[in-house]
């Protein structure tokens, strides 16, 4: 087929935005589009599951630092794609998801029994996308789409969804030229001057001031905005889970993400002005809601709907890379070396805290393993970590030196890593790491297919403990004993070698050598470790949560 149909026109405007690879599964409904890619230069990541697609599509977004393409099928393809969505959603990761509908006459909930059909299909994403949109003619397709890359990509950013039915994307495209200059640049929202001006003032009165950077200043590329204005005050910087992106690891008024400890609480309570950038302060990032602030809060974030939300605040609704600017340039420096040599022993006497705190709860062997890893990667590897046992330490422990960090604490849903570190290594061209537990390993074994049929150079560290750890730790806490989180799991090395993947099984002690030898190889390989972990004590217990 030669012809240009409606297919090609959301392929030509994808590649006109500045796409250049897209992910997928073909169906009944969406093969108008994949015709059109056929003929087109992008590059395919094909998956298996539609769930994994669309977190394969996030790790093509965190690597590439631009909107993902995720193309989807109708009613099961595409609603299979929910929960990976969800997370993207949660984390503010532009993916792009065009899905296929059933032909136009069967729009409307008429019930004309076609298949896939769904009376709205886009109803059941509206609490997941930032914004939906159903194509109804051919002429329509390239602003669509470009409204909705844009609306992607502005902050803060979110996934999308366009509906195209059938029959729209299999039309003939007869006097349409070819779509090759297509932009939608996003506006980021900026504050006003007034609002600008008073959190300057506020900062530059400050003596105690602390720094939390979240994962919305790693977003906005706001880190080394974030440091300056950190040096000029003498303020150390903690980051969130999905923060630590943004502070240079080995920055001198970088404190560090235990964030899950009272000690890092206490010192971040203490500021009498904490800014907050890019963080709402939700449950994960203010030890379970037990962080009460006893200064002032500057909040910074490109989400409305976060600014306050959780404290008063002086709210700034702004990019952060933007906010960060103009305070950098109204800002009164109150540097000063004694002052910095004191902020930093505090800093240190919180970090002695913590660690004193792990050393008199025997956690060597956990701590061990995360060493383990982090020694046998280069500096510069990205990490992709499940919602396990040791994905909840590396939150905390991991040093991330030049390597990105990211895991599925958004949305918290099981099977992020493996699919995720695919996209990611797919779209970087370089070995990228996911470390999973067994639970969470089993939602994304299907995948091992694609990382063979694309060449992916991704390593996948399984931590086998035949159960749900973290589960049963909460269940035994509370209840005395453990239910339902025992389960049996296959042989991880013979499925992935029947996968045509080479895999290996290594007792702890022996992850360094063998996470390392894969750096040295092409193509997927997988590590198994069979071994139990421990989670260290909570210490906000004591505490009531705000409500």
């Excluded at 902050?155 to 932009?183: C, H, K």
């Excluded at 903690?238 to 400890?261: C, K, M, Q, V």
């Excluded at 639970?439 to 390593?459: K, N």
């Amino acid at each position: 087929m030669t012809d240009r149909i409606g297919g090609d026109l959301v392929i030509e405007a994808l590649s006109a935005l500045g796409a250049r690879a897209v992910v997928g599964i073909p169906g009944q409904h969406a093969l108008g589009m994949f015709e059109a890619l056929r003929r087109s230069t992008l590059r395919y990541l094909g998956a298996r599951v539609e769930n994994n697609a669309a977190w394969m599509a996030d790790g093509v977004a965190r690597a590439s630092g631009a909107p993902a393409p995720l193309l989807l099928s109708t009613g099961p393809g595409a609603l299979t794609a929910l929960p990976a969505l969800m997370e993207a959603k949660c984390s503010s990761v532009p993916v792009v998801a065009v899905s296929a509908q059933v032909p136009l006459a069967g729009l409307g909930g008429g019930r004309h029994g076609y298949l896939h059909e769904l009376a709205d299909q886009s109803d059941a994403f509206r609490q997941i996308v930032k914004h939906s949109v159903t194509v109804r003619s051919i002429s329509q397709i390239p602003s669509a789409v470009a409204e909705a890359w844009a609306i992607a990509a502005r902050a803060p950013q979110g996934p999308v969804l366009i509906e195209i039915p059938q029959d729209v994307l299999m039309a003939r495209v007869d006097d349409m030229p070819v779509v090759s200059a297509l932009r939608r640049e996003p506006e980021p929202p900026s504050a006003p001057e007034e609002v600008l001006r008073l959190a300057a003032a506020v900062l530059s009165a400050a003596e105690r001031p602390l720094v939390l950077a979240g994962g919305g200043a790693d977003r906005a590329n706001a880190g080394e905005l974030l440091m300056i204005v950190a040096e000029r005050l003498d303020a150390p910087v903690y980051s969130t889970f999905s923060g630590r992106n943004a502070i240079p690891s080995d920055h001198p008024l970088h404190a560090g993400s235990w964030l899950e400890d009272i000690a890092t609480t206490e010192h971040l309570e203490s500021a009498d002005v904490l800014l907050v950038v890019g963080s709402g302060l939700g449950e994960l990032s203010s030890n379970y809601h037990a962080f009460a602030p006893r200064g002032r809060v500057i909040q910074i974030d490109a989400d409305l709907g976060v600014i306050g939300a959780n404290h008063p605040v002086i709210g700034v609704h702004s990019d952060a890379a933007s906010a960060l600017s103009r305070i950098d340039e109204l800002l009164t420096s109150t540097s000063d070396e004694d002052r910095r040599r004191e902020r930093l022993a505090e800093v240190a006497r919180v970090r002695a805290e913590v660690f004193e705190r792990l050393d008199a709860q025997r956690l060597d062997h956990e701590r061990g393993l995360l060493e383990e890893v982090r020694d046998g990667i280069p500096s510069d590897a990205d990490t992709f970590w499940d919602m396990t046992m040791a994905a909840y330490w590396a939150w905390s422990a991991w040093d991330r030196r030049d390597g990105r960090f990211a895991s599925a604490q958004g949305s918290g849903g099981l099977g992020f890593a493996f699919p995720a570190a695919i996209g990611a290594a797919f779209a970087s061209g370089r070995r990228t790491v996911a470390v999973s537990g067994d639970g969470g390993a089993m939602y994304g074994i299907a995948e091992l297919a694609s990382a063979v049929q694309h060449a992916v150079d991704v390593t996948w560290l399984i931590i086998d403990d035949a159960g749900y750890g973290i589960l049963a730790e909460y269940m035994d806490a509370a209840f005395g004993e453990a239910t339902a989180t025992s389960i049996h799991g296959p042989d991880f090395v013979a499925l992935a070698e029947s996968f045509g993947v080479p895999a290996c099984t290594v007792e702890p002690g022996g992850i360094r050598e063998a996470v390392s030898a894969t750096f040295a190889q092409r193509g997927p390989r997988v590590v198994v470790v069979r071994t139990r972990l421990r989670m260290f004590a909570p210490t906000h217990l004591h505490r009531p949560a705000r409500a």
